[in-house]
């Protein structure tokens, strides 16, 4: 039986990811602080035979027994709000935690998929953002934490790939929403959808111009699983092409659920993107892989999951 290690198992992605594995017959470990992931995500997993938890800070030396086959680094916090609250430790999961998974791949012969993010390309000047767009990231602005560990990230995979022959792959994950999301984590579909839920103001940034492209977790989920199973190690976007701005989607979430908010303003953050979308043509070529489900459909499938978890 095939072992995987996931950094951030118990996080929104990873426990996606943790369900999927062991679905393909993986013994998983999954590897978490629960600094932004909760044990609630994963709690259906429990009980299982091939499923296995660790509480634990990747920033330090990793000890894992026995063979391991894969290791799918998604510890980092991911929002912005989570993010610039955490910023050291932001950097260092992206940094030392990034190091030591990599050291561990080496020492087990592993095969290595790194999470990356859109948030490489920063505030492009080059739209839709294909993989070979180096980016406009501001180094010292308050998303640079995320930003540049995440750059850095990439650099490091590259090396240990380069320099010690690891087979390693690396997703550029865009927007991605669903259920496990948490309620309070920044994140544009959850904020919105738990306003309109609780009968508050929907607060868009801005003039609500600037866009997005958002991409149901299945859809995501299965973009990974199929990177992973090819021999390629340069980057890869994730995401759906759909551009919606923040005015749409404010809309779009205040239709289904029918909720009487209205929709306020307040000023962009510094170094707030204006667009966000995702150059999908390699992952089609490669992977054979598109977004099949609708924004409408992954919001209503996510705001029933919210109706359920939350209030």
């Known amino acids: 039986m095939k072992h995987a290690l996931i950094t951030g198992g118990a996080g929104f992605l990873g426990s996606h990811l943790c369900d999927r594995l062991i679905a393909e017959g993986y013994h998983v470990t999954c590897m978490d602080n629960l600094v932004t992931g909760n044990m609630r995500n994963i709690s259906h997993l429990m009980g299982n035979r091939r499923f296995d938890f660790i509480n634990h800070d990747v920033s330090r030396h990793i000890n894992i027994e026995g ?50 993010t859109s948030e490489v390309y920063g505030d492009p000047q080059v739209h839709p953002q294909p993989e070979t767009y180096w980016g406009n990231v501001n180094p010292i602005g308050p998303r640079s934490v995320y930003d540049e560990a995440k750059r850095f990230s990439e650099a490091l995979v590259m090396a240990y790939h380069r320099t010690h022959g690891i087979d390693t792959r690396i997703v550029r994950i865009f927007n991605t929403y669903g259920p496990r999301m948490r309620s309070n984590d920044g994140r544009v579909v959850p904020t919105f959808i738990t306003q309109a839920l609780g009968g508050e103001d929907i607060t868009v940034f801005g003039d609500g111009r600037q866009t997005r492209s958002f991409c149901f977790v299945e859809d995501e989920i299965e973009g990974i699983w199929r990177l992973m199973n090819t021999d390629y190690h340069e980057p890869v976007n994730i995401g759906n092409p759909g551009e919606f701005n923040m005015l749409e989607l404010a809309e779009m979430v205040l239709d289904i659920t029918a909720s009487k908010s209205k929709i306020t303003y307040k000023p962009l953050p510094r170094d707030d993107p204006r667009q966000r979308c995702p150059d999908i043509t390699l992952a089609k070529k490669l992977l054979r892989w598109e977004p099949k489900v609708e924004l409408r459909d992954g919001l209503r499938k996510t705001v029933e999951w919210f109706r359920e978890a939350v209030l």
């Open 67 to 116: 063979p391991v086959d894969y290791i799918l680094h998604f510890a980092c916090p991911a929002s912005p709000a989570d993010y610039q609250k955490l910023p050291i430790q932001t950097m260092k999961v992206d940094s030392l935690g990034t190091l030591n998974t990599l050291g561990l791949a080496k020492a087990k012969c592993a095969k290595y998929l790194q999470a990356s």
